[in-house]
């Protein structure tokens, strides 16, 4: 049983656009998440999370919305460059001390 | 910044043997844990540890075990590799309220 979602496997945007990338997840005691960014070969880097007490939180050109009614949450990249390129991984816990639950992983590309 | 560090970035190893993937961290947490990572499946829980000598399955521990004798050391061991268990594998560690920091990988190959 999936508990996080990212069902879009992968996602293609110009350079200087937006781009969206989701996550849906289905267990209500989730209430702290997290968005990883990983290259090929490497291990993921943290990139920014939220908590449940907040619907949205950014960091520079990196900002994450969530809506906990619709159990949804999404990283937005504005503008979008061609470093940016990588598998993003969303990821929830039911504290901020517990074990993670990722989805599935979504691979970005941005095109020059 | 914390340091992750993962023995071996690439593993050939042969169908059933006995095989083992270490993770050191420098910093002193407490807990550390173990995914391996698959195309269309994300990071899946194989282990973890909340301290030394404690450890509890994920969602994969078929086929592993792990072990914590020291705080900065988590071992993955595959008692008798099977190819299904070819995959990457990520071991990382945590402090309460800072999220997770990955080692950089292993990527095991059993033929």
């Known amino acids: 049983d999936q508990q996080v979602k990212q069902n879009s496997p992968s996602l293609s945007v110009q350079e200087g656009r937006i781009s969206i990338l989701n996550c849906d997840y289905t267990?209500?005691?989730?209430?702290?998440f997290l968005w990883y960014k990983k290259y090929p070969a490497e291990g993921p880097t943290f990139l920014i999370s939220?908590?449940?007490?907040?619907d949205k939180n950014e960091d520079g050109r990196f900002t994450v919305f969530l809506n906990k009614s619709a159990k949804h949450l999404s990283l937005h990249i504005v503008p979008s460059q061609p470093g940016d390129s990588a598998v993003y991984f969303c990821?929830?816990?039911?504290?901020?001390?517990?074990?993670?639950?990722f989805g599935q992983g979504t691979e970005l590309s941005v095109k020059p | 910044d914390v340091k992750v560090t993962q023995s071996s970035r690439y593993l050939v190893k042969r169908t059933g043997e006995k095989v083992f993937l270490e993770c050191v961290q420098d910093?002193?947490?407490?807990?550390m844990f173990w995914y391996r990572q698959d195309p269309g499946l994300g990071l899946r829980l194989i282990y973890f540890?909340?301290?030394?000598?404690?450890?509890e399955k994920g969602d994969i521990p078929e086929g592993y075990s792990v072990s914590r004798e020291k705080k900065e050391r988590f071992s993955l061991i595959l008692e008798s590799a099977s190819t299904n268990q070819t995959s990457m594998y990520l071991c990382?560690?945590?402090?309460?309220?800072?999220?997770?920091?990955f080692g950089s990988g292993t990527r095991l190959t059993v033929v």
């Open positions: 990821a929830a816990s039911a504290s901020s001390g517990g074990k993670l639950i």
């Open positions: 267990n209500s005691m989730f209430d702290y």
């Open positions: 939220i908590s449940s007490i907040k």
């Open positions: 910093m002193d947490h407490e807990n």
């Open positions: 540890s909340y301290d030394v000598k404690m450890k």
């Open positions: 990382a560690s945590m402090v309460k309220g800072y999220g997770y920091t």
